[in-house]
DNA sequence: CATTTTTTGTACCTCGAAGTCAAGAAAAGA
DNA sequence: TCTTTTCTTGACTTCGAGGTACAAAAAATG
């Protein structure tokens, strides 16, 4: 019972993403946000509740599809060093590519928050450990499969390659300089 | 001539700085910055014309004595590793060790920022560059040293490093686990 | 000490962010 | 079809951000 809603909140949501992704959460007016979700600014509030809510979200909305495309990397059947390899150079282009230099939704987020109790730093916090752990599971298969030495710590390895892999798409932000970057990638693959 | 500033215009910038590193630019407001530099909101505007421009000073601030921490370590006498474990700890320690967790303050604002072509953001990307330099120049001398082997980049090196550095910084901020962080700096070692 | 020049701080202004609301529109069910 | 329930929207409200203005205060200079 009740009018359906005339537009597809996922879709809605997606949209969102793409505004905090240009300007972040807190320089996001919801009016701004109202105008790219296509919709008014009392549906927003009605079907979302708070900026904030909406925010939070886009974040999970956002953090689903990294993380499954992440998985759909590093689980591939590939050398591990590829995969790797293919997963930074991924983000690398991505980034570059866009002209805004958005970066990563969730690394952004992460540097513009401050207030670690809010709900949104919590999901972050989350979503960075899964992220850790996709890698790491790759990781420790790779040494069961004999491509990377089995006396390396596997929880190292990861965090490095995902400190490296944060640290890009923070870096990524300031340069145009793609060779300085593969370079990064390179490194960072050299490490396995 | 002329009536002389009751406040120093360098400790009122630090005070500045400490601001912006807890709230970040954006949420950061002209009321407060005056409360925590101990002016008024007048004063503010006329020794500093605006908050923008004060920012920016605050950047040159920081990033200023960033720098010169960095030289410290990185120009020292130990054998390359120590050196680059110990910048690397340094961060953590004194990130781990700040209850805001407000992590560092060109990595936040270069994650913050949007406008590219913004005389703040042009700094900060700058700001890395010479970072980087300086820790590709003691990867370099390391080299002639013989610390480090003869026929890896110096470039990529560097670059992984910083990477590493900036994506901790990045994860500090989401996370208490110092075993984690500690083992991301073992493996950033280990690379060299 | 008078003048000039600069600093100081508060009161004030404007504008837009964030959110609310009332009135209407549309769907589902009796 | 009429009712009920939910959705939609632009107008409205509130509040604080960012900045200005002005009068008082205080230092340097003659």
């Known amino acids: 019972m009740g009018r359906a809603k005339k537009f597809d ?14 300007r972040g959460y807190g320089e996001t007016s919801p009016q701004e ?8 600014k009392g549906s927003l509030y009605h079907a979302f509740g708070s900026k904030h809510e909406l ?7 956002y953090a689903d599809q990294s993380l499954a495309e992440l998985k759909a990397v590093m689980e591939g059947p590939e050398p591990i060093r590829d995969r790797v390899r293919r997963l930074l150079e991924s ?10 230099r958005c970066g990563c939704l969730i690394v952004n987020s992460v540097a513009e928050l401050h207030d ?15 992220s850790e752990s996709v890698i790491r599971t790759a990781l420790v298969a790779a040494q069961a499969a004999g ?3 089995a006396d390396r710590d596997p929880a190292a390895l990861a965090g490095l390659v995902q400190a490296a ?3 890009l798409r923070v870096l990524v932000k300031t340069t145009d300089d793609r060779a300085r970057l593969a370079l990064i990638v390179d490194a960072t693959v050299q490490t396995l």
Not at 10 to 20: K, N, Q, S, T
């Open 116 to 130: 670690r109790e809010d709900p949104a730093s919590r999901f972050l916090g989350r979503s960075l450990e899964n």
């Open 33 to 40: 946000l109202a105008d790219r979700m296509g919709i008014g």
């Open 147 to 149: 491509e990377i030495d």
């Open 91 to 100: 983000f690398v282009d991505a980034d570059l590519r866009d002209p805004d």
């Open 165 to 167: 892999m944060v640290g």
């Open 55 to 61: 925010f939070l979200k886009s974040l999970e909305h």
């Open 9 to 22: 909140p996922d879709v809605a949501v997606e949209r969102a993403v793409d505004a905090f992704r240009v």
